[in-house]
């Protein structure tokens, strides 16, 4: 009985992530299920353009949550993920609050009784009144959850990988000026690397693993269909089997599947009915992004065609 409830709602997530457009396998959809269920990030490793992002937006989507995204890059620290302190209003507080001096201190009886009464303002400006929350508070001070994205984590700095494990492990931050911040409601928390450098053991152990390659020929005719649900089913077919064969030759960068996509909305406003040598040379650029690439495929293009008869 337990075993038909899991696998139930496997099903309601892979029917929910195909209402937001996104095509899951049932291994993601069972590593999304089980991510809430035992309240852990997902560490979402794969090479560009294959649906990592994509992912936290179908999840958020499915599960009626907010998205909080936080888009890593080198340098990135906590002032721009975590939280920073409203200067400007802090400025101006203590603007009114030199005016008032005279008034604070007024009847004041020496340094110590003066001090003691200045003592009772100082807190007031690393309270949460001045507090600026970035991607990370938010999502956990969400009141009903929030789906947080990390993406890209791959790009960031060993160092901001240790400021974030207390997020992945406790959800909650520790703020010096005010103690521990503990989520509302914990998020679904999904992190993305595309495997440009190496992610910390630490990291890594407290996550749940996704590995997200290039989708087969039949998983992206699905993809494609759903998306760009006007073209037509052959047309579809023979595009897909095309990428599928130009992704096995050695370019600098293989097409992603947003690129499949742009691809099949490209052709249909050139009403496109079937691939030709000439229609895929002029759209090459659609989905090979440096021109050296596209330099190898031309030659490769009327074999590359006869490969989908």
């Known amino acids: 009985m337990q075993q038909s409830t899991a ?60 998205l909080v995204r ?22 101006l507080y203590s603007q009114v609050l030199k005016e008032q001096l005279h008034d604070i201190l007024q009847g004041a009886q020496g340094l110590s009784e003066s001090v003691e009464r200045l003592k009772s303002f100082g807190d007031i400006f690393y309270s949460d009144e001045f507090l600026e929350p970035r991607p990370l508070l938010k999502a956990l001070r969400e009141p009903q959850g929030a789906v947080l994205l990390i993406d890209e984590i791959d790009k960031s700095d060993y160092e901001f990988e240790s400021l974030l494990l207390e997020i992945l492990s406790d959800f909650q931050v520790s703020i010096p000026e005010i103690g521990t911040v503990a989520a509302v409601t914990k ?4 992190l993305t690397s595309n495997n440009t450098r190496d992610l910390s053991d630490a990291l890594k152990r407290r996550c749940l693993h996704l590995y997200i390659d290039f989708p087969d020929r039949a998983l992206e005719t699905r993809i494609v269909q759903s998306r760009v649900p006007e073209i037509p089913a052959a047309l579809s077919r023979q595009l897909v089997g095309f990428i599928q064969q130009v992704r096995e030759l050695d370019l600098k960068k293989a097409p992603a599947v947003s690129e499949t996509l742009d691809w099949a909305r490209a052709l249909l406003l050139l009403h496109a009915g079937s691939l030709s040598r000439e229609l895929v040379e002029s759209t090459l650029n659609v989905i090979l ?17 006869k490969g989908l008869d």
């Not at 992004?289 to 065609?305: A, N």
């Open 289 to 305: 992004k440096f021109e050296e690439d596209i330099q190898l495929v031309r030659p490769e293009i009327r074999e590359l065609l």
């Open 70 to 91: 936080l888009q890593c890059y080198e340098g990135l620290d906590e002032s721009k993920a975590l939280y920073d302190w409203k200067y400007s209003k802090q400025l």
């Open 7 to 66: 696998s139930s709602a496997v099903s309601e997530f892979i029917d929910g992530f195909a209402r937001a457009g996104y095509i899951a396998s049932e291994a993601i959809a069972t590593t999304v299920f089980l991510a809430q269920q035992l309240q852990r990030p997902i560490l979402v490793e794969g090479p560009p353009g294959v649906g990592k992002t994509e992912l936290a937006k179908a999840t958020a989507e499915h599960c009626a949550l907010p």
């Open 187 to 190: 998020p679904t928390v999904i």
